[in-house]
């Protein structure tokens, strides 16, 4: 019997943008030199700078979101030194976030807590996390699960 292996999570779609980065600062500075002739070479440059530090604080964000698949029995986290697997009876609170995001809290090696956020691939009623928490509930019943973000 094959185990099936269902996507939870991915990086999103727009992350190629992160290379361009550069040309795109380099852009804003010569439009703005162009544009307005009463700011200053430094004042241009600061307000450049800041928008790029912006900018890629938020595409970094994104480029570190967990990839995660799951089965009937674990959680895998794809990370850059390799795949971990978590079992999904380790797993005592989820919480639903704003902007669709989840935080997952599970017990680690030595029964430390640790937290995962992830995005789930799809929204509402298609979404990958609903086949993710019947497959926890089959483990862990007494599951504490909170879908008010803001109640936190």
Request: glycine share 8%; with cysteine.
């Amino acid at each position: 019997m094959a185990i099936t292996v269902t996507p939870l999570s991915r990086r999103p779609w727009w992350l190629w943008l992160l290379p361009l980065l550069p040309g795109l600062g380099l852009w804003l500075l010569l439009v703005g030199a162009h544009h307005d002739a009463q700011l200053s070479v430094a004042a241009r440059w600061g307000w450049t700078a800041w928008l790029l530090f912006c900018i890629a604080g938020l595409l970094w964000s994104a480029a570190e979101m967990p990839i995660t698949d799951y089965d009937a029995d674990y959680l895998y986290l794809f990370k850059k030194t390799g795949t971990e697997q978590i079992p999904l009876a380790s797993f005592y609170k989820l919480q639903e976030g704003n902007r669709g995001y989840w935080y997952l809290h599970y017990y680690g090696e030595q029964r430390r807590k640790k937290k995962l956020t992830i995005r789930p691939l799809g929204k509402g009623d298609d979404s990958n996390i609903h086949g993710f928490l019947q497959a926890i509930w089959q483990h862990n019943p007494q599951l504490d699960i909170k879908y008010d973000w803001w109640l936190k």
